[in-house]
């Protein structure tokens, strides 16, 4: 039976008690980091039940989520999902050999593939991601009030433009 996730706040507690400096910061970033592990770990329960990997969710995902018709090149799906080339080629590989995409030469670069979603593809990651955002849906909706959703996505704005100066 898996171990009961250790409470963030009580995290925090003992590290006040062995630290006498100022630690803003560092509660700030440790939550920000229990709440990604939480959705997270949420989210990898849905992509075992449908026999994928984070990388391949993620790659599909990223398929999906960019429109018709559902096609990106290797660079697009590494920049949006923050992976390697080697990791992706691994992932690409796997997707390929299970019918969830196909792999075509790009007319305008010859040395670059353009990744497709397949229509088999396609169906399993809508059905995936549905499930994925309706679970994170009701946490948000359970933990905050849509004021609060604001304020948490403009102040998370705020602090992922840090990456763009």
């Known amino acids: 039976m898996a171990e009961r996730m250790k ?3 009580e995290i925090l ?5 062995c630290w006498q400096g100022d630690l803003a910061a560092a509660e700030t970033v440790k939550r920000l ?3 990604r592990e939480l959705f ?3 989210a990898k329960i849905v992509m075992e039940q449908f026999d994928l990997s984070v ?4 790659a599909l995902a990223s398929l999906r989520l960019q429109g ?4 990106q090149t290797p660079s ?8 390697s080339s080697g990791g992706l080629t691994k992932v690409l590989n796997s997707l390929e050999k299970n019918g969830l995409i196909t792999r075509r030469q790009c007319a305008d670069d010859q040395r670059s593939r353009l990744v497709k979603l397949t229509e088999k593809g396609k169906k399993l990651i809508e059905e995936a991601l549905e499930i994925v955002l309706a679970r994170h ?5 359970d933990a905050l009030s849509s004021d609060e959703r604001e304020m948490l996505n403009r102040l998370l704005t705020k602090i992922n433009q840090l990456g763009m100066r």
């Open 40 to 42: 997270f770990s949420d």
């Open 55 to 58: 990388g391949e969710f993620d």
């Open 13 to 17: 507690d003992q590290m006040r008690c």
């Open 137 to 141: 849906e009701k946490q948000l909706s």
């Open 76 to 83: 697009n799906i590494c920049q949006v999902n923050l992976v």
């Open 7 to 9: 409470n963030i706040e």
């Open 68 to 71: 018709p018709p559902y096609e």
């Open 33 to 35: 980091f229990r709440a």
